[in-house]
């Protein structure tokens, strides 16, 4: 597409820029400075401030709102542009406190940076403010101190909450004097609708906005957020050895400098004093200091004794790439079991294993960067600005430009402020509400029969399953009417590209591979898959989870997706060749054959619903756990039966940040480093491996995993770890890992690569299945069929509880460390519908009792209509009040062996006093 170049003088400089820039731009560009304070690259022009004046042949224009045009001449200075820029600057200046000294923003203070230009010298200064009146400082956000005495009233704040963060929290409020920026009724930012991402702090041209006990770095270090997904680039800043500081790295094309509260927020738990610095090992009961010898050698004597069905190995997505392929071998060589698990088995492997035989990938299939190119999202069983919060900016710009937005969640989310079509669906039906809009589809002719015929398998099977069911049993199964579904199927089927994000709202189920294949059914049969902006988006909960199934920390597969033996006997992966010889000759030694067990058969043998056989169905077999990362205690569905296998068990290790609910029930725990202490790589949801680069050491003795990992099969007598670095062990990723076979650390350093990269000067792959589907060829449609999930409501449990993520917390460890994210979120809560809280005489803040068919506990009512009716939310964050007490770990899916924890029947009563 070609440019319109415009030619124009400035300061007697000629000049080219593209048409419909701004003269404040085109200066800029050209390293001319203009004195400007309202303007911001990152929003649109507001000319508030009138301190960027320019004359253009005898007329002042503000030039951040006026366009170039052919032969301008612009003076940037002038006797009338500098009268009227002194002015304005003096006005500013009289009402601003100038203890430039004592202020965080001394160094990059906008206003400063324009008095000098001007030239106000000091005894002005005086002058102008000798009747100013001290505005307040509000303090009371626990992130960001608002300082009015210092704040200009360019707007910034105001239109970066709008246009960047879509929230619109703060406005101008009051007149005259009196003027200044607040949230609705001038009530604290956190009892509004701010979401507290410090965007606002960021852009603020003075010291009016700071974060709380800033300390100016030393350093920065780029690195990645270790919380979702959605691998936001983090630049963290350190002083003295510790992490003062974190800002977004604007470069970035997934998060461009946007980051939520917890990316900017979030970093204390570095620093936190509780951090694990020594080892500990049992004795007498208790857990004790101890030396890295001891515990190393006593963890050499039992691992020699436990081995192959007897030991379970769990990996963390929390832990880098390197890390994780680590514990794969070292559970496939040294342990010699398939028994390698992880918390992906509790969340997406209906997602990765449902996908994998339909379209060979479960990963998403367009970068973060792409989701405004869709002309449709769907998003379903997720809620994205709370759990994915950066994607939850992309979809929300999307639709500001005119993306169509259908959203189907029991729960009105966030997104439900913009326009859109909901659908407020019963909890588990979602195959239900699919296979209708499918019906739809396939009745009126929307399907998209050229890339039916051309790209896939098996239609006909799956469109036959569903020629017997019809729009008026999705009304009676899910709740949405039948003309809604109707018109949502339109508009997905003919708005192209059309992009579906998920989450856990669609994989916790004892069903949820069907959810999974019903949803990409949806993509396939209308040919939004291999383009840019369509196919789907599987939101990954942690930050390396991606990167924690790629590289084989789960039972089916070594690293690669490529698999292992005995998974041929389960239905629809038959096709998939076992890879235990390639491995074999790779890692040197005889691997074992049997099918491992995933996070819930590993705790609850006898869960329902997964495994061609008995041969799953052993009690008690696993007496050793190796535990890297994971606080199973809490993230595991009925809790309790996770504690007691714990304490069942003949020796247990954890290797961990902090001394967590599963470290307690350990016989050794090992210290182990963070993401800002150590170098690796993490793997973002949509697939973009990243550097991840030390920026402090470890606290105490910690150590990073892969150094813990090597150390231990080097002492039980194992070749192939003796890595010298993360960058070595990623160059053994790439020699047997097909999809990261171009990948190594000099290429990030200078490259953004998505898998698959099939050798180094491959460029990657930003948008999947493009011409072919990976590793199938073509893909595969299979018949659907409607299950109800198999825990229900009654008369005794008439509710039905779902579980999630809050903005302010990720799981239940390293955000409970953090002061500020505690103080914005202080305690558990059960949310329930007005009308259903009024029928149980329920008030908001009413102390309830909260009973499952497993558990009961007292928590804290919250009262709203974000729920459906007879739907409550418990979050998953607070491990005093574990929601997975409650959780059914019965029944689990058929393919992915998640647990039903989206449907929970309980019952909730009003605490009632003593009085």
Known sequence: MSVTMVSLTIDGSPVQVPEKTTILEAALAHGMYVPHLCHHPDLKPAGICRVCMVEVEGQLLVSCRAAVAPGMQVKTSSPAVDKVRRAAVELLVADHDADCLACGKADSCKLLAVSRYVGIEPDRYETLRAHRLRKEVDETHPFIRRDYNKCVLCGICVRTCDEVQGVAAIDFAFRGYATRVAAIGDRPLQESVCESCGECVVRCPTGALLPIGFEKPAREVATVCPYCGTGCGLVLGTRGGKVVSARGERGHSTSQGRLCVKGRFGWDFVNHPDRLTTPLVRKDGELVESTWDEALELITERFAR???????????????????????????????????????????????????????????????????????????????????????????????????????????????????????????????????????????????????????????????????????????????SAELIRETARLYATTKPGLIFWSMGITQHSHGHDNVWALAHLALMTGNYGKPGAGIAPLRGHNNVQGATDLGITPPWYPGYQFCPGYELFPRLDKFKSSKEKFEKGWGYELPDFPGLSTVKQFHPKAKGWGPGEMWDLENQIKLWYIIGADLANAVADSKGVKRALQGAEFVVVQDIFLTDTAREADVVLPAACFAEKDGTFTATDRRVQLVRKAVEPPGQARPDWQIICEIGRRLGYRGFDFSSPAAVMDEIASLVPAYAGINHARLEQEELRWPVASPDHPGTPVLHMGEFIRVGKAEFWPLAYTPSPELPDADYPLVMTTGRNLHHFHHVITRRVAGLNDLCPEDYVELHAQDAAELGIGDGDQVTVSSRRASMVTRARVSERTMRGVVFKPIHFCEKPTNALTSAEHIDAVGTTPNTKVCPVRVEKVQSSA
Not at 330 to 339: L, Q
Not at 432 to 447: H, P, R
Request: proline letters at 5%; glycine letters at 8%.
């Open 306 to 480: 436990y081995r192959g069905r007897q030991a379970g190995v769990f990996g963390s997505p929390k832990t880098t790439n390197e890390e994780i392929y680590l514990a794969s071998k070292f559970a496939r060589v040294v342990m010699g079991t398939n028994n390698i698990a992880q918390v992906a088995h509790l969340c997406h492997a209906n997602t990765v294993r449902g996908l994998i035989p339909v379209t060979g990938s479960g990963a998403m299939t367009v970068p973060v960067w792409q989701i405004k190119d869709a002309a449709c999202h769907l998003v379903i069983g997720c809620n994205p600005t709370e759990a994915h919060p950066i994607v939850g900016l992309e979809i929300r710009q999307a639709v500001r430009r005119g993306t169509k937005l259908i959203i189907a969640n029991p729960c009105e989310i966030d997104l439900c402020r913009l326009p859109h079509i909901r659908l407020p669906l019963r909890p588990g039906t979602d195959v239900a509400l699919l296979m209708g809009m499918a019906k739809v589809i396939l009745e009126e002719g929307l399907l998209d029969r050229e890339f039916i015929a051309q790209r896939t398998t098996n239609f006909e099977a799956y469109a036959e399953s569903l020629r017997g069911f019809t729009l008026e049993q999705a009304e009676a199964i899910t709740g949405v």
